[in-house]
């Protein structure tokens, strides 16, 4: 077994345990690195796979949080019914968008402006959509949390922990079964030369759509959990722009197109925010947008040292195995 395994079953076996030892604090500080680990690994099949730049993908958040906490609310619908319809929710959106993008050629800057385009306009008709609170927002009955009720999602946050966990493994698993299948050839084919891809006989249309309806069925599992953790949805927040960029955040730091770039770049982000959270309130100042300032800074500087994310710099300094000829590690 080679070394990236062995660092990643020894990462996960801590994983497991850690949470014992951590208090509510720090332990919805780490349900916060997984999921982010799993909503970037979701948007970096699409963008780092695939090559397909989505800047509104907190759409697909957001329609998932609504259709399984709606169903939840209105008709007693168990979650992990509602998850079903969230993803078919996300994927049809998914279609709509992908099939006007591709079947009309649009793609790269303008491909990115028609996801902002369409995550803005839901925004807005949910802004004013009633069943679901419109701007007043929409919340759930919040439960006593020393309760493990994993029917309806409704309890203790070391229940949600070890969800985002399963999450942000499953997310792993796939994309790495995804690259070292056909669909995952195919895919990094249209990201690095889509008409030589197309040259070869490659169905440019058909697997440009699987890699947006896989990316958004998993970000729209993302909403689901988004939904039953905090309990409480409002449109200018779930689905705002700023909320977007959070996500692709990760991925951009870690290492686009990598296995545990997403997942190394959403540890860094929300520790770095977490940690000027912190000291603002030690220090009783306030600093408007000082976590987006420190995200831009975080941005810059992996952009000028390390241009293919931290995860690449650390695996070639480590020694880990390549999963193949690209620039997709093993870890």
Known sequence: ??????????????????????????????????????????????MGFCGQLSLGHALYVGLGAYTAAALYQHFGVIPWVGMLAAVAVCVAAASIIGWLAFRFGIGGTYFALLTIAFAEFTRIGFDHFGWVGASGGFFLKVVQQDRFDLVNLRGHPLMFYYLALGLAVAAFLLSAWLLRGRLGFYFRAIRDN??????????????????????????????????????????????????????????????????????????????????????????????????????????????????????PAIASRLGFRRQDGDDDDAG
């Open 1 to 46: 077994m080679d070394r990236s395994r062995v660092a990643l079953l020894v990462l996960l076996a801590v994983l497991l345990v850690v949470p014992l030892a951590l208090d509510r604090y720090l332990l919805s500080v780490m349900i916060l690195i997984l999921y982010f680990a799993f909503v970037g690994q979701a948007w970096n099949i699409m």
């Open 194 to 311: 889509e008409e030589a891809a197309r040259a070869a006989g490659v169905d440019t249309f058909r697997y440009k759509m699987y890699a947006v309806q896989i990316s958004a069925g998993m970000t729209a599992l993302a909403g689901v959990f988004f939904a039953f953790y905090y309990n409480n949805l409002f449109p200018e927040q779930i689905f705002n722009m700023g909320r977007s960029i959070e996500i692709i955040l990760a991925p951009i730091i870690g290492g686009v197109g990598t296995l545990f770039g997403p997942v190394l770049g959403a540890a860094v982000l929300t520790a770095l925010s977490e940690g000027i959270n912190e000291l603002l309130d030690l220090s009783g100042q306030e600093i408007p947008g000082a976590k987006h300032i420190l995200y831009g800074i975080a941005l810059g500087l992996s952009i000028m040292f390390m241009p293919n994310g931290i995860w």
